[in-house]
C-alpha cells in the first residue's frame, strides 16, 4: 500500500500510519490468508538524509547565494572547502559562509559571499563534498548529508537605479 501525504516528509520527523478494518468486506485489504485485521499504529522516523533542493542568487545583494536544504540543518559547520562553486561555468572561492545549522530553521540554508557580483543570466552552480571529519557534515535528524552532485541558479539580478543628478539647465 502506498499512501501520498499531503506535505513532505522533512528528515527525522514521524509519520505514525494504523490500519481500521472496514465493515464492508470488499473495503478491506485482504490476501490468500483472508482479510487484513484492525491493526495498531506502526510508526516510523524519516531517516531522508539532508540534500540541496535550490539554489537563489538575492536581487538586492547579487554577491550573496544562497542554496535551500530539503529541511533543518541539525548539525554540522559549513566550511566553504566543502562546497565546490562556479558562476557562469568558472571555479569561484566564496569569501564568506554561514548556515542555519542548528537553528529551527526549515527548510535549512547555506549562504555564500561571493567576490564579486554576479550579473543578469550568469548562472551559479553548487556542488557539496562530504568532509573526512564528522563534526563539519552537514547533517539532518535523519543522517549526515551525502556527498551531492550541482544544485544550478540562473542570475535573474535585474538593473536598477541607484543613483541620480539633478542639474541646472
Do not use: C, E, H
Not at 490476501?31 to 487484513?36: I, K, L, P
Not at 544544485?151 to 543628478?165: E, F, I, N
Request: hydrophobic share 45%.
Amino acid at each position: 500500500v502506498t499512501l501520498t501525504l499531503g506535505s513532505a516528509v522533512t528528515p527525522g520527523q514521524v509519520v505514525t500510519v494504523a490500519y481500521t478494518k472496514s465493515g464492508t468486506t470488499g473495503q478491506n485489504l485482504a490476501s490468500s490468508g483472508g482479510a487484513m485485521l484492525t491493526q495498531a499504529a506502526l510508526t516510523a522516523t524519516s531517516t531522508v538524509a539532508l540534500l540541496m533542493v535550490s539554489a537563489t542568487v538575492i536581487d538586492a545583494a547579487p554577491t550573496s547565494f544562497v542554496v535551500t536544504m530539503n529541511g533543518p540543518i541539525a548539525s554540522g559547520t559549513a566550511t566553504i572547502g566543502a562546497f565546490t562553486v562556479q558562476v557562469a561555468s568558472s571555479p569561484v572561492t566564496p569569501t564568506a559562509i554561514a548556515s542555519t545549522s542548528g537553528q529551527a530553521t526549515n527548510p535549512g540554508t547555506v549562504t555564500f559571499t561571493l567576490g564579486g557580483a554576479v550579473t543578469a543570466g550568469q548562472a551559479v552552480t553548487v556542488a557539496y563534498t562530504k568532509s573526512g571529519t564528522t563534526g563539519q557534515n552537514l547533517a539532518s535528524a535523519g543522517g549526515a548529508m551525502a556527498t551531492q552532485a550541482a544544485v544550478t541558479a540562473t542570475s535573474t539580478v535585474q538593473l536598477r537605479m541607484v543613483s541620480a543628478l539633478v542639474t541646472a539647465l
